[in-house]
């Protein structure tokens, strides 16, 4: 009789990647219109991150931690 899997530990190399896919694949499987408004949060997301850091390190801050 197969129970409920225990959670992959994510501390650990193996543990990781088995999250990683198991995202990878519940992404995959999600319908274009909500795919779309994924992308369309991580991109605000992304963007917002960018602006908090350049207001908090300046312009030559913000570049040079742009750059790496």
């Known amino acids: 009789?197969?129970?409920?899997?225990?959670?992959?530990?994510?501390?650990?190399?193996?543990?990781?990647?088995?999250?990683?896919?198991?995202?990878?694949?519940?992404?995959?499987?999600?319908?274009p219109d909500q795919k779309a408004n994924h992308n369309a949060w991580i991109w605000i997301i992304g963007i917002i991150i960018c602006i908090v850091m350049f207001l908090i390190l300046g312009k030559d801050g913000f570049l040079k931690w742009a750059s790496h």
């Open 1 to 31: 009789m197969a129970g409920q899997r225990k959670p992959y530990n994510p501390n650990s190399k193996y543990g990781r990647k088995k999250l990683r896919e198991e995202a990878y694949r519940n992404y995959e499987n999600l319908p």
